[in-house]
């Protein structure tokens, strides 16, 4: 972004010389990058945020000067003379076909011009700012570009076919030569200007050979609009095509300044060019509404930390062109103008004052540090527990890519549900959030398989992904996968084992205790999935995970020709129950007993409801549940199973008699004969 010094001084009436104002306007946010002297000019070059349209044209810059250095802005007159419309001559309808990406389109007719050359001081303000100039026309709807930041477009009215302006997306192959003659090949989605026939302007962006002005036009369309961002953006980059309009479309228009800057250029063509002013179109329903913000004073000067008059403020703001009324005490209420879509709450009014007031006169203290005895969230911790837990177990941890594509939710079509979908996906391959952490799992394991790494204890902690309902429209979900494969080394004392579900079962139960919760399991269904168990926190019956082995089909498709073992928890609930406190218990001065309980039951009873049974029983003296074996075989009738428990009992003052413990334990098998059904061997 260039700005003229000289230029800049007919809207205000600067004492500072050009260093200076590149200094003040540096400090307040806009920074110089640097001078240069052209034609008795100085003319500077900024680097402007995208936040700050607003600054991208010379009244936008002259109303910061004016607030930096307290002095008066003279905006320049925005008025038609005469304001009202020769009747008679040319007629014109504008159609907009998508109001999402063009909201608002105006159109003004004017007979009866003279296209010269550029010249005078309309076409040496443009050339100050490097604008090459064309005739006065165009000269004029490029100055007022670069005065108020509206762009503008000139068509020769003669030139378009028929009687209409269509704003419509363009068709996939439709071709358009620009002004710099150059043929373009056009997308569907791609917002265009049309007449009946074809493309006229690529909108936004550059108009259209076909229709430029030059020096046989004789009637003009001048038209003033407002098209989405996001659009011109996508445009400009998919045709490398970029102009001094898509600069500013691209990063936001004051929605205000459309019909202003049309009759400020219709003015001016007029008295450069002569004609006569016809009909002026408006389409469109755009809102040009003014936020108003609550300001309290005294807060904004304690948050900068240091004291503030409320006069001062008021005419700091005034000067940024708000409006201000005095609402009593150390409360104001600001009217922020259209061209300030940036500020929309308190803090950054704050942030303004701050800006002109100098943040080199506001002074550097070290805030007073106030220790906290938690810093971190809960959750992260918890996240954090579990990345001690798990490589203690012996796993290494993978990160895979949260994108997948739609194969991949296919293979795992039993434990997906409601995926989400990327409206615009980078590649077929990364075309939906994943709803599941199995593929990346599984693909890692295929991986360092085909390398040689065939001994695998994997974990991922990730993030998977649904659709939702109502205003949460997407959930995000919390979830660890685990997955063992290969030879598994236990400890030192072990010898070397192929690894099994139970050992992943007790990943699971290591993870749950390490939080101190109960986990629970029961056998399921899924598809791709032998020995499918549902994972459960103890006491709840809804599932928050699975755990099995995979099948050989499903192994096929990741080309692993291993077994593999995996599992899958949602962790929001596992955050919700988790206790990480830990608890001092000294160590028992008594020994405890241990009694067995071998237990006769059906194959389809779980081991946890025998569990849950004899680990909250409310007898004081038990001090310990422990599932120590379990057989299926010959010795034992069809559909059934056999599991042994050891039951520990004991007190911290003293050893237990047997006399104390038998009723105790007949106690429990009574109740568990009741409860489940079983008998005893």
């Not at 007159?77 to 419309?85: K, Q, T």
Request: charged residues 30%.
């Amino acid at each position: 972004m260039k700005i003229s010094y000289n230029w800049i001084k007919e809207y205000v009436k600067l004492k500072a010389n050009s260093e200076e104002l590149a200094k003040g306007l540096t400090m307040s946010g806009s920074e110089v990058e640097g001078i240069e002297s052209r034609e008795g000019d100085q003319i500077m070059g900024l680097e402007i945020t995208s936040n700050r349209p607003d600054c991208l044209n010379m009244v936008g810059m002259a109303r910061e000067a004016s607030a930096v250095f307290d002095v008066d802005l003279r905006l320049p007159d925005m008025g038609i003379a005469p304001a009202v419309a020769a009747p008679g001559g040319p007629e014109v309808e504008c159609v907009i076909k998508n109001t999402d990406l063009c909201p608002k389109y105006t159109a003004r007719i004017i007979s009866g011009v003279n296209v010269s050359p550029g010249e005078g001081k309309i076409s040496e303000r443009i050339q100050s700012l490097g604008v090459r100039p064309v005739n006065n026309i165009v000269d004029i709807t490029n100055f007022c570009l670069m005065e108020s930041g509206q762009p503008l477009h000139a068509f020769d009215l003669d030139k378009i076919k028929g009687e209409k302006i269509i704003i419509r997306e363009a068709t996939d192959g439709e071709k358009i030569t620009t002004i710099d003659g150059i043929e373009r090949k056009l997308n569907k989605g791609m917002l265009v200007i049309a007449d009946e026939s074809d493309p006229i302007a690529i909108a936004g962006i550059m108009g259209g050979k076909n229709t430029e002005v030059t020096e046989t036009t004789r009637n003009i369309l001048l038209e003033s609009a407002y098209f989405e961002p996001i659009s011109i953006r996508r445009t400009g980059r998919v045709l490398a095509l970029s102009s001094d309009s898509s600069y500013r479309f691209e990063r936001g228009v004051d929605r205000g300044m459309i019909n202003a800057a049309s009759d400020r250029a219709t003015a001016l063509i007029v008295s450069e060019a002569g004609g006569t002013i016809h009909d002026f179109y408006e389409e469109g329903n755009l809102t040009a509404e003014k936020v108003s913000i609550d300001l309290d004073v005294d807060r904004a000067g304690n948050t900068l930390g240091i004291l503030l008059g409320k006069d001062q403020v008021m005419h700091i703001l005034q000067r940024l062109g708000m409006e201000v009324e005095d609402e009593g005490m150390s409360k104001i209420k600001v009217i922020v103008p259209t061209f300030r879509e940036d500020l929309q709450k308190e803090i950054d009014l704050v942030e303004e004052i701050a800006r002109i007031y100098g943040y080199d006169k506001i002074p550097t203290t070290v805030a007073r540090i106030v220790p906290q005895i938690v810093r971190k969230e809960y959750s992260r911790r918890v996240i954090e527990k579990l990345h001690e837990v798990l490589p203690s177990a012996g796993l290494n941890e993978i990160m895979t890519y949260s994108l997948i594509s739609e194969a991949a939710v296919q293979r795992h079509a039993a434990i997906t549900k409601d995926p989400v979908e990327l409206a615009n996906p980078l590649s077929e391959d990364q075309k939906i959030l994943t709803p599941q952490l199995l593929d990346g799992m599984l693909k890692s394991i295929s991986w360092n398989i085909n390398r040689n790494n065939k001994d695998l204890g994997l974990f991922e902690i990730g993030k998977i992904y649904s659709k939702g309902s109502g205003k949460e429209k997407f959930i995000e979900t919390p979830a660890l996968c685990v997955a063992l494969s290969g030879v598994l080394r236990k400890n030192w004392s072990e010898d070397a084992r192929e690894a099994h579900l139970y050992d992943l079962k007790g990943v699971i139960e290591l993870v749950f205790r390490k939080m101190s919760i109960s986990a629970g399991f029961k056998k399921t269904n899924i598809e791709g999935l032998k020995a499918a168990t549902e994972v459960r926190l103890d006491g709840e019956k809804e599932s928050i995970g699975f755990m099995g082995a995979v099948d050989k089909p499903l192994l096929n498709q990741y080309n692993i020709e291993q077994p593999v073992f995996i599992a899958q928890i949602k962790l929001d609930k596992v955050i919700e129950k988790a206790t990480l406190a830990t608890r001092y218990r000294a160590i028992p001065r008594f020994p405890f007993s241990s009694r067995d309980i071998s237990i006769l039951c059906d194959e389809a009873l779980a081991s946890s409801e025998i569990y849950n049974i004899l680990s909250s029983s409310a007898e004081e003296i038990i001090r310990g549940v422990e599932l120590v074996d379990t057989y299926e075989g010959k010795q034992i009738e069809a559909g059934k199973k056999s599991l042994t428990y050891s039951v520990k009992y004991g007190l911290d003052t003293r050893t237990l008699t047997d006399e104390e413990i038998d009723p105790v334990h007949s106690k429990i098998k009574d109740t568990l004969q009741k409860k489940l059904g079983v008998s005893f061997r």
